[in-house]
């Protein structure tokens, strides 16, 4: 790779700090050669991710037949799928061409992926298993328990992955909302002339509104930072301590993503114990999603309560 090449595919990264091992050695290098092949043809992020969903919810339905060759086809095209989910984000980092429409088209792609994934999961159990056809309500029960944890598990790691960004890039390098702007967007907009513009921020909003909810220090720590640097020109000390304090939880974000649940998947659909990714997804992820909060907010705590005793300067007459 030449040295403009090198700086390139650096530049179609999110940060060394919040990228994955898998995804440095796997999908990072193959999404930039798709994103690569992206610009000579004009195509667009956008396009890549609807191009994503048809593959995550194709690998999905193959995954629905107990027999192996079929499963691992299934497998394939899901691998095929992330890495063109991986090639969206650096397409757009390579041509500046980000969206709001392009977060929210990415997010909605994972979900509709494992949508199909879960109800194939709950079909082939309902007839491959003795026990799951006695109680057929019983494995649908557990899949919509699991998408729940499994969509808020991936909500949370996405956003302690943007506010680290925020302190280590500044604003234009985070993808990190504030709920009462998008709110405020949303009474601008109507649903008569926008119809689609306002579902989509709608779906955002909540989305948003959602993470903000089990994030309440982080907020607070937020609101401190507005009030005394209203100008968005916070310390280099702070950003350098909030960074290296949220660094190590980094680690936890990846694991609630995509490599290490589709490895968990993949081995129960190879194992022939399809229910055993929900296991999975109950105990494990959710175990790591409560510790990641906890910590997570604790940091929060701290770094607020230092900014109130004016460790970083900033304005002494703030009262959050």
């Not at 557990?142 to 280590?168: E, P, S």
């Not at 005793?309 to 009262?319: E, F, Q, V």
Request: glycine residues 6%; hydrophobic residues 45%.
């Amino acid at each position: 790779m030449t040295e403009t090449a090198d700086k390139s595919y650096k530049n179609s990264l999110k940060s060394l700090d919040t990228e994955e091992g898998i995804d440095l050695a796997f999908y990072r290098p193959i999404g930039y050669m798709w994103a690569r092949l992206a610009m000579k043809l004009g195509v667009t992020p956008n396009a890549i991710t609807i191009a994503s969903i048809f593959l995550g919810v194709g690998a999905g339905i193959l995954m629905y037949f107990n027999t192996y060759w079929v499963n691992i086809l299934g497998m394939l095209l899901l691998v095929w799928a992330n890495s063109f989910d991986s090639a969206d984000g650096q397409l757009a980092r390579m041509t500046h061409s980000y969206s709001r429409l392009g977060r929210i088209l990415d997010g909605l792609s994972g979900d509709l992926w494992f949508v199909s994934i879960y109800a194939a999961i709950c079909l082939r159990e309902n007839v491959t298993s003795d026990f799951f056809m006695a109680h057929p309500w019983l494995i649908w029960f557990i899949a919509a328990v699991t998408g729940l944890c499994h969509a808020k598990q991936a909500a949370m790691a996405d956003y302690y992955r943007q506010f680290h960004l925020y302190f280590l890039k500044g604003k234009d390098g985070s993808e990190l909302e504030r709920a009462f702007s998008l709110k405020r967007r949303l009474a601008s907009m109507s649903w008569k002339k926008e119809f689609w513009q306002k579902l989509f921020l709608t779906v955002y909003t909540n989305y948003t509104v959602q993470q903000e909810a089990t994030a309440k220090s982080m907020q607070r720590l937020r609101a401190e930072l507005s009030c005394r640097f209203p100008n968005g020109d916070i310390p280099k000390k702070f950003r350098d301590d909030f960074r290296k304090s949220s660094l190590p939880l980094m680690k936890y974000t990846n694991i609630l993503s995509f490599n290490w649940r589709t490895i968990a998947l993949f081995t129960a659909l190879l194992v022939k114990m399809p229910w055993l990714y929900f296991a999975f997804e109950l105990t494990v992820l959710n175990f790591i999603l409560v510790m990641m909060v906890v910590r997570h907010e604790r940091i929060c705590r701290r770094m607020t309560a230092m900014l109130q005793h004016n460790d970083y300067g900033g304005d002494k007459r703030c009262d959050i």
